[in-house]
């Protein structure tokens, strides 16, 4: 059973402070993996996607992959009230599988003007 | 470009009734596939399928439930004989490939009463 694990939350950080989101995931073979982002009541929206070990950064969004470790994150800086919202990690499977995303539960992110 | 359209947004059905939800990929996508959110649970896989053929249906209950995407029109997701628990959210996804980023649309919000 492939499993993505991330911490509930609320996360709660202020105005221009850098929120920093885990996740872990059980397949060891999986290569993609993805950060959604979901307002209440809306529908996930993709914001980063990396696919090797290292850093990926995109304007205020850093992404993290560490494969050893089965442990990616993502890194919001200068947080503003509008990235409050709910952040999906998704993995990719491995193989034949690859297409299919596995999504942990999300971290509900708060950031308080 | 018109991003993954779905369609109804919002569908209430009664007990025993048939839910029909549709999905139109982005343009140039030939890959769709479905999810199930149920309330405070991470998205679900359910099927995976390219033009007039089902890839992957493993995460779609065995009954009550089909998947189609023929070769002209929208994907559709029916679901037979509804019962309070398939209330849910039921988002679709398209890529242009299945290694690739997948796009979510709005969502049907399906409710049983």
């Known amino acids: 059973q492939k499993e993505v694990e991330q911490n509930s939350g609320p996360l709660s950080v202020p105005e221009g402070a850098i929120a920093s989101l885990n996740c872990t995931y059980s397949d060891r073979g999986s290569q993609s993996f993805f950060w959604y982002r979901q307002y209440s009541g809306k529908s996930p929206e993709l914001i980063m996607s990396i696919y090797s070990n290292g850093d990926k950064e995109d304007g205020r969004f850093t992404a993290q992959l560490n494969k050893a470790s089965q442990y990616v994150s993502l890194l919001i800086r200068d947080s503003q009230p509008s990235d409050s919202a709910t952040y999906l990690c998704a993995v990719a499977g491995s193989g034949a599988g690859s297409y299919q995303l596995t999504f942990g539960k999300g971290t509900k992110l708060s950031v308080i003007p | 470009n018109a991003g993954v359209m779905q369609n109804p947004r919002h569908l209430v059905r009664r007990r025993g009734q048939e839910a029909r939800l549709r999905c139109s990929p982005m343009?140039?996508?030939?890959?769709v596939y479905w999810y199930r959110q149920l309330p405070e649970e991470g998205l679900k896989f359910m099927v995976y399928l390219q033009k007039e053929n089902i890839i992957d249906e493993s995460g779609m209950p065995k009954e009550r439930f089909s998947a189609e995407f023929p070769k002209e029109g929208p994907s559709i997701l029916r679901i037979q004989q509804v019962v309070r628990g398939d209330s849910a959210a039921y988002f679709c996804?398209?890529?242009?490939?299945?290694?690739?980023?997948?796009?979510f649309g709005q969502g049907t919000r399906l409710t049983v009463v």
């Open positions: 343009k140039g996508h030939s890959h």
């Open positions: 996804a398209s890529s242009p490939n299945k290694n690739t980023e997948a796009f």
